[in-house]
Nanobody
């Protein structure tokens, strides 16, 4: 069984920083992409950033030059460093493991974390 456990959310003032972490555990052979999505009240879930196993990064335009994604493949962990936070960044942030392969199994599956709340006050 695979679990994605997120941490690092909280309340911060505008202009502040937070660092999110997400650790995937279980009998994992590999994970293609790991990423962060967010969902604000009344809005659809949207991509924030994702990173390949080789380190290729992709960002949504609204977080470029403010957020940085990184991952530790040995620990199956992905991080999101969020700087210069704005009130509009307030949302539940979800970790995603895309193309996760289990040891001894064929095929791959996408997994989601339970979400962590990020609230930015003005």
């Amino acid at each position: 069984q695979v679990q994605l456990v997120e941490s690092g959310g909280g309340l911060v003032q505008a202009g502040g920083s937070l660092r999110l972490s997400c650790a995937a555990s279980g009998s994992i052979f590999s994970i293609n992409h790991m990423g962060w999505y967010r969902q604000a009240p009344g809005k659809q879930r949207e991509l924030v950033a994702r990173i390949s196993s080789g380190g290729r990064e992709n960002y949504a335009d609204f977080v470029k030059n403010r957020f940085t994604i990184s991952r530790d493949n040995a620990k199956n962990t992905v991080y999101l460093q969020m700087n210069s936070l704005k009130p509009e960044d307030t949302a539940v942030y979800y970790c995603n493991a895309e193309g996760l392969e289990l040891r001894g199994s064929l095929g791959s599956i996408n997994y989601w974390g339970q979400g962590t709340q990020v609230t930015v006050s003005s």
